[in-house]
T-cell receptor, first 117, second 115 residues
Framework: GAVVSQHPSRVICKSGTSVKIECRSL??????MFWYRQFPKQSLMLMATSNEGSKATYEQGVEKDKFLINHASLTLSTLTVTSAHPEDSSFYIC?????????????FGQGTRLTVV | AQTVTQSQPEMSVQEAETVTLSCTYDTSESDYYLFWYKQPPSRQMILVIR??????QNATENRFSVNFQKAAKSFSLKISDSQLGDAAMYFC????????????FGKGTRLSVIA
């Protein structure tokens, strides 16, 4: 199946710094990617929809200035957590769907565990 | 907006036995997709099974099968001959027919497999 690669898998950063997370579709083009956040023992919460060549669409309650999303190419979307604070510590997962044909399976990156100290 | 409800936060099953995980959803759409995803301790999301709403036949994938009741908006997952490797979080998910929309997830069911 299609592959979505997400890096880094783990990152620890100091409070007040910024962290960039990359999400790449390795063998297909993705005009749209999705960013989720998952708290421990909870479900995936959609943060934003990343659109290639245009602004991301953020879900209600998600600070767009805190979570900057850039989708500069058909295979790469990035999520930058700016001025990170301990409450931003979480598991972040990206996803993309193959849009051609009947294969509408969503493929997920490996996830990034962010710890802000 | 669509919603997905998983009413069983935790389930357990004896190895080699059968277990059924429940899922209900709410939508006003007539065409859509339903999924079951597995999330093991590695936290990698793995597709278990997919069902297209327009198909009356229940999807099956080896030991995994679903009971899709469109009128009741129910989509349960049956795992037969449970194995230790089946232990994980299981998420039921809904998707609109369009390929560019995100999945809507239920809260998940944590499945334990007892040896």
């Amino acid at each position: 199946g299609a592959v979505v690669s997400q890096h880094p898998s783990r990152v620890i950063c100091k409070s007040g710094t910024s962290v960039k997370i990359e999400c790449r579709s390795l063998d297909f083009q993705a005009t749209t990617m999705f960013w989720y956040r998952q708290f421990p023992k909870q479900s995936l919460m959609l943060m934003a929809t990343s659109n290639e060549g245009s602004k991301a669409t953020y879900e209600q309650g998600v600070e767009k200035d805190k979570f900057l999303i850039n989708h500069a190419s058909l295979t790469l979307s990035t999520l930058t957590v700016t001025s990170a604070h301990p409450e931003d510590s979480s598991f972040y997962i990206c996803s993309a769907r193959v849009e051609a044909g009947l294969n509408t399976e969503a493929f997920f990156g490996q996830g990034t565990r962010l710890t802000v100290v | 907006a669509q919603t997905v409800t998983q009413s069983q936060p935790e389930m357990s099953v004896q190895e080699a036995e059968t277990v059924t995980l429940s899922c209900t959803y709410d939508t006003s759409e007539s065409d859509y997709y339903l999924f079951w995803y597995k999330q093991p301790p590695s936290r990698q999301m793995i597709l278990v099974i997919r069902q297209e709403a327009y198909k009356q036949q229940n999807a099956t994938e080896n030991r995994f099968s679903v009971n899709f009741q469109k009128a009741a908006k129910s989509f349960s997952l049956k795992i037969s001959d449970s194995q230790l490797g089946d232990a994980a979080m299981y998420f039921c998910a809904y998707s609109s027919y369009s390929g560019n929309t995100p999945l809507v997830f239920g809260k998940g069911t944590r499945l334990s497999v007892i040896a």
